[in-house]
Nanobody
Framework: VQLQAFGGGLVQVGGSLRLSCAAS????????MSWYRQVAGKQRELVAS???????NYADSVKGRFTISRNNDKNTVYLQMNSLKPEDTAVYYC?????????????WGQGTQVTVSS
């Protein structure tokens, strides 16, 4: 399984960016796709997640500003980021995982840098 993320970049405070991540390979039809972010020297943190049939889940710090969505046919997850703040600066990683009853499958994308300048 491979995940390819796109869409990072440099944006000013208050601006918007849209990240996308496409998963390919042998993927369970029931899975969870997420976005995490990490700042150097800190732990990776969950930003948002969504199952292929459920409601999205967001970190408190991004509620009302970020929107996660997915295209199940394309195994692609998106993260629309609005009203960006300097503290949103991080490397953003997409993730896909599923449980088949015996094994947890867990895969990460390569990361894409988001920099919010003030």
């Amino acid at each position: 399984v491979q995940l390819q993320a796109f869409g990072g970049g440099l944006v000013q405070v208050g601006g918007s960016l849209r990240l996308s991540c496409a998963a390919s390979g042998s993927i369970s039809s029931t899975n969870n796709m997420s976005w995490y972010r990490q700042v150097a020297g800190k732990q990776r943190e969950l930003v948002a997640s969504v199952t292929n049939g459920g409601s999205p889940n967001y970190a408190d710090s991004v509620k009302g500003r970020f929107t996660i969505s997915r295209n199940n046919d394309k195994n692609t997850v998106y993260l629309q980021m609005n009203s960006l703040k300097p503290e949103d600066t991080a490397v953003y990683y997409c993730n896909i995982r599923w449980w088949d009853g015996r094994t947890l499958s867990n895969y990460w994308g390569q990361g894409t840098q988001v920099t919010v300048s003030s």
